[in-house]
């Protein structure tokens, strides 16, 4: 396709839903670029086929961040694949509390408040309760009724968090069971909900394979994008506009290596300014979770399903019928509460799994004794970290600042997140199926405690953003019809662009910013 009008870089979450509403206009030409594969991949399109796809360098990015602050590094796995980390993720969906965007709309982001995003969310899906619709996303709530599932949920009504049908509610509140980026028993991911209906068109050419390097200017004006397919150097070139559609990791540091940074970060690695952007890779936003294990008094939960013959035979019912635990989601309940008296909303989340897995040599296995595991987190994290380049080659992955719990806010949200937590699975309705509870629960005594234990043993949920994000002031690297400030023709739209946390999982919100960007870069041609 010679000179599109668009040139999209990265077909993930964002991206692919970009790419299908822009090629929508038969008289408007999409390139998409992806580095990754096709989305085709068995353990793609199988729910529990998360376990095998995370480890394979093939379909996914496998960053490291840097130790600090008492915190080791650690991986953070990324897709690398048509439909970008929804192909590879856990499938919850969630748009988000209402108020996220307003508080998006009162950071600068004119345009993104709560009326318009509930709006393109509506427009988006296509499932039930209140993701009921006829859009091309396909999502569904779990029908099944576990035992160990509703004594968990039982559990938190004593609580006081209440059980509601569906938790995509406006105030996004309860506990219940989620709603999930699946549908008759197949992964929806953006590739197989936007990409596959939209791939046929003559004006949408995706080329696969592709590793962005950086963007080429004429002056300040993007012009092009260049990097490597399997057969070499490449450059795609186009008179109209450039948009970084490749994740909150990989969309600062393209930038960085276009000479739109900080300057005095980006000279001494030999790198031509462009645009002096400071907060180009800072603001990195993410949850920090500390995962606790219980075991089972009872053979319940899904661990012998995951082993053996068993596991043979789950997955023979899954390639004949789309059914049984393989076309499961891997977290099927999950709950937003507010960790202390006072709250106008829910300030913390908690997910559950009737299952525990172990890491072995021969990979993720579960556990031969029955036992389940529940994780939470701050909902709404402020602690900022930063994605640097570490130099000029693109083959070398940034370095990762996470900077877990720097904010007093995440620690105190933290220590009453956890400690309602474990009060929650203390309730009699889910206690008397509890043999015994595990490290670090047996632990932890006080709240210093609590903090060291999500430093040192807690993990990343694979929620980073903020990376590029908008906003009205100067100091923000979008604006808020996503053009990148200080050049021409450039704009972001993927997780990096989001001015604060949104309350739950970002794959929701981060399909949103595609849609909500398409709305945009078309408004903006008429």
């Given at each position: 396709?010679?000179?599109?009008?668009?040139?999209?870089?990265?077909?993930?979450?964002?991206?692919?839903?970009?790419?299908?509403?822009?090629?929508?206009?038969?008289?408007?030409?999409?390139?998409?670029?992806?580095?990754?594969?096709?989305?085709?991949?068995?353990?793609?399109?199988?729910?529990?086929?998360?376990?095998?796809?995370?480890?394979?360098?093939?379909?996914?990015?496998?960053?490291?961040?840097?130790?600090?602050?008492?915190?080791?590094?650690?991986?953070?796995?990324?897709?690398?694949?048509?439909?970008?980390?929804?192909?590879?993720?856990?499938?919850?969906?969630?748009?988000?509390?209402?108020?996220?965007?307003?508080?998006?709309?009162?950071?600068?982001?004119?345009?993104?408040?709560?009326?318009?995003?509930?709006?393109?969310?509506?427009?988006?899906?296509?499932?039930?309760?209140?993701?009921?619709?006829?859009?091309?996303?396909?999502?569904?709530?779990?029908?099944?009724?576990?035992?160990?599932?509703?004594?968990?949920?039982?559990?938190?009504?004593?609580?006081?968090?209440?059980?509601?049908?569906?938790?995509?509610?406006?105030?996004?509140?309860?506990?219940?069971?989620?709603?999930?980026?699946?549908?008759?028993?197949?992964?929806?991911?953006?590739?197989?909900?936007?990409?596959?209906?939209?791939?046929?068109?003559?004006?949408?050419?995706?080329?696969?394979?592709?590793?962005?390097?950086?963007?080429?200017?004429?002056?300040?004006?993007?012009?092009?994008?260049?990097?490597?397919?399997?057969?070499?150097?490449?450059?795609?070139?186009?008179?109209?506009?450039?948009?970084?559609?490749?994740?909150a990791l990989n969309t600062p540091a393209i930038l960085q290596r276009s000479g739109v940074g900080r300057s005095e970060h980006l000279r001494p690695l030999g790198i031509d300014m462009v645009a002096e952007s400071p907060a180009v890779g800072e603001n990195l936003l993410?949850?920090?979770?500390?995962?606790?294990?219980?075991?089972?008094?009872?053979?319940?939960?899904?661990?012998?399903?995951?082993?053996?013959?068993?596991?043979?035979?789950?997955?023979?019912?899954?390639?004949?019928?789309?059914?049984?635990?393989?076309?499961?989601?891997?977290?099927?309940?999950?709950?937003?509460?507010?960790?202390?008296?006072?709250?106008?909303?829910?300030?913390?989340?908690?997910?559950?799994?009737?299952?525990?897995?172990?890491?072995?040599?021969?990979?993720?296995?579960?556990?031969?004794?029955?036992?389940?595991?529940?994780?939470?987190?701050?909902?709404?994290?402020?602690?900022?970290?930063?994605?640097?380049?570490?130099?000029?080659?693109?083959?070398?992955?940034?370095?990762?600042?996470?900077?877990?719990?720097?904010?007093?806010?995440?620690?105190?949200?933290?220590?009453?997140?956890?400690?309602?937590?474990?009060?929650?699975?203390?309730?009699?309705?889910?206690?008397?199926?509890?043999?015994?509870?595990?490290?670090?629960?047996?632990?932890?005594?006080?709240?210093?405690?609590?903090?060291?234990?999500?430093?040192?043993?807690?993990?990343?949920?694979?929620?980073?953003?903020?990376?590029?994000?908008?906003?009205?002031?100067?100091?923000?690297?979008?604006?808020?019809?996503?053009?990148?400030?200080?050049?021409?023709?450039?704009?972001?739209?993927?997780?990096?662009?989001?001015?604060?946390?949104?309350?739950?999982?970002?794959?929701?919100?981060?399909?949103?910013?595609?849609?909500?960007?398409?709305?945009?870069?078309?408004?903006?041609?008429?």
């Amino acid at each position: 396709m010679d000179d599109p009008d668009y040139i999209i870089v990265g077909a993930g979450s964002a991206g692919a839903v970009l790419a299908e509403r822009l090629s929508a206009d038969p008289r408007t030409r999409v390139l998409l670029l992806e580095s990754g594969p096709s989305h085709r991949h068995p353990f793609i399109s199988m729910p529990k086929g998360i376990g095998k796809i995370l480890g394979q360098p093939s379909h996914t990015w496998q960053y490291l961040t840097e130790a600090a602050e008492g915190i080791g590094a650690e991986p953070w796995v990324r897709g690398r694949v048509l439909g970008g980390s929804s192909s590879i993720n856990g499938m919850m969906y969630f748009r988000g509390q209402m108020a996220d965007y307003d508080d998006w709309s009162a950071a600068g982001a004119v345009g993104w408040d709560s009326g318009e995003m509930a709006r393109v969310f509506r427009e988006m899906e296509c499932g039930e309760g209140e993701n009921g619709g006829d859009g091309p996303l396909e999502l569904s709530i779990p029908r099944s009724r576990d035992p160990l599932a509703e004594a968990f949920i039982a559990a938190g009504e004593r609580m006081g968090v209440a059980r509601v049908d569906d938790l995509n509610n406006p105030a996004q509140e309860g506990v219940g069971y989620a709603t999930q980026s699946i549908r008759r028993g197949i992964r929806s991911s953006t590739a197989r909900a936007f990409l596959d209906r939209a791939r046929r068109r003559p004006n949408l050419r995706i080329v696969t394979g592709f590793d962005a390097d950086r963007v080429v200017f004429e002056g300040l004006r993007a012009c092009g994008v260049e990097g490597r397919l399997a057969t070499g150097k490449a450059c795609f070139s186009t008179s109209g506009e450039v948009i970084l559609a490749a994740g909150a990791l990989n969309t600062p540091a393209i930038l960085q290596r276009s000479g739109v940074g900080r300057s005095e970060h980006l000279r001494p690695l030999g790198i031509d300014m462009v645009a002096e952007s400071p907060a180009v890779g800072e603001n990195l936003l993410e949850h920090r979770a500390l995962m606790l294990h219980y075991d089972l008094a009872a053979p319940l939960g899904e661990n012998a399903e995951y082993r053996g013959l068993r596991l043979l035979a789950n997955t023979m019912r899954y390639a004949l019928t789309r059914r049984g635990p393989m076309a499961a989601p891997p977290y099927p309940v999950a709950g937003f509460f507010r960790s202390r008296p006072g709250l106008d909303r829910p300030d913390a989340e908690i997910i559950f799994a009737p299952y525990v897995m172990q890491m072995l040599e021969t990979g993720l296995q579960t556990e031969p004794q029955p036992s389940f595991h529940v994780f939470s987190f701050p909902a709404r994290s402020r602690s900022r970290g930063s994605v640097r380049i570490a130099d000029r080659d693109p083959q070398t992955l940034p370095r990762i600042r996470p900077n877990y719990l720097a904010d007093p806010y995440d620690r105190e949200v933290t220590i009453a997140c956890y400690r309602f937590t474990v009060a929650w699975l203390r309730q009699p309705e889910i206690s008397r199926l509890i043999a015994k509870e595990r490290p670090p629960v047996t632990e932890i005594d006080s709240d210093e405690d609590i903090v060291r234990y999500y430093r040192e043993q807690g993990s990343s949920t694979f929620h980073s953003c903020g990376t590029c994000r908008m906003g009205l002031s100067s100091e923000t690297v979008l604006d808020p019809r996503l053009f990148v400030r200080g050049v021409y023709g450039l704009r972001v739209a993927d997780a990096s662009v989001f001015p604060t946390m949104p309350s739950c999982n970002i794959n929701g919100p981060t399909m949103a910013v595609g849609w909500r960007a398409s709305e945009i870069i078309r408004a903006g041609n008429r």
